[in-house]
């Protein structure tokens, strides 16, 4: 026993000064950036690396301490992050998450988008028509709360008042209300994501009866003859809106498919790959609730004018659409 002991003390003793210099620069590095180290310290570093790896190979052969060994491989480890691993800024992270790697995660996910979108249209043609046909389905479409006190029995005047008002409203409500539409479009979106992870069956579901309360309104507007007005009261916002609700269902429906639909791989594994995909969208589609917020706590209430808010509602629309399938095209691969 003394002999193996005896080298593994030799061995220690002998390289110990490169392991303690290597772990110092690492150190300095991490804290403060690469560009703290001077330039014959940053040629140095690659030369302290491979050496330690070196010492790691003989370490594993012979009779070491285990605290050696794993202290060897966490240096080791330590170091190739330092050397080789990537150091971008956060807002170069941000830049190339919303440049590349969100629109390629939406063009991904492009069917269950789509069906997730398919969904809500159906719901709202069926809320019109039944609607239409019989204006007590309202009650059941609309709760109380988004009524804000619209039914059946409201005068024309009445409704065209709810499609005009706020112009004269202070900025500090007008924020607060942006914000709380910012907090409630969101949970809708983030409650479409989660709910695919139940087959997707509850995301369908939402989808479907966020339709009807939609089409519910619309017949409701439409039995005074105020639809075009309706429309163009929702297009400035709900261009925006109705996108990232339906992005976030497809989110879910993609976190679905990988549950559903079998594949080479374990369901465990698919769902991972599928989830991080999901995920990015969810993430992303949080700046255009966000957008949504703001169009409709300020531009809506302050904008009036029915063809400069088909106008807004319009380009945003043309401009999401362009984003998803032009941004990042060929660059998300690299």
């Known amino acids: 026993m003394a002999e193996p002991q005896l080298k593994s003390y030799d061995f220690r003793r002998e390289r110990e000064a490169t392991w303690t210099e290597l772990d110092a620069l690492v150190q300095r590095a991490n804290r403060s950036g690469l560009d703290a180290l001077t330039p014959d310290e940053l040629l140095r570093l690659p030369v302290l690396y491979r050496a330690t790896l070196s010492a790691l190979s003989v370490a594993r052969s012979i009779t070491l301490d285990q605290n050696v060994l794993r202290y060897l491989e966490s240096l080791g480890m330590r170091a190739y992050f330092c050397i080789y691993g990537g150091r ?37 043609i069926v809320g019109h028509v039944l609607t239409a046909a019989n204006p007590d389905w309202y009650y059941s ?9 619209r039914g059946p029995t409201s005068t024309a005047e009445e409704l065209r008042a709810v499609l005009y008002s706020g112009a004269d409203s202070a900025v500090e409500r007008l924020n607060a209300f942006a914000s709380f539409l910012f907090t409630h479009n969101a949970r809708i979106g983030m409650l479409c994501f989660a709910l695919g992870f139940f087959f997707g069956v509850p995301t369908a579901i939402l989808l479907f009866t966020t339709g009807l309360m939609l089409g519910a ?22 261009t925006t809106e109705l996108l990232a609700v339906a992005l976030c269902g497809g989110a879910g429906f993609v976190v679905a498919s990988a549950l559903i639909f079998p594949t080479r791989q374990s369901r465990l594994a698919r769902l991972a790959n599928r989830g991080r995909q999901a995920a990015k969208i969810v993430i992303g589609t949080v700046a255009l609730f966000f957008a949504a917020a703001l169009l409709e706590g300020f531009g809506r209430q302050l904008i009036t004018d029915m063809t400069l808010r088909y106008l807004i509602g319009t380009t945003m629309l043309l401009y999401w659409l362009l984003y998803f399938l032009r941004a990042g095209a060929g660059r998300d691969r690299d």
């Open 88 to 124: 971008a800024s956060l807002a170069s992270g941000l830049w190339r998450f919303f440049a590349v790697e969100y629109p390629a995660a939406v063009r991904n996910a492009a069917w269950p988008i789509l069906l997730s979108a398919a969904i809500m249209v159906l719901g709202a």
């Open 141 to 149: 479409f609309v709760s109380e709360s988004l009524a804000n006190g």
């Open 217 to 238: 309104f619309t017949a409701l507007y439409a039995a005074q003859d105020l639809l075009p007005e309706l429309a163009a009261w929702l297009t400035i916002h709900g």
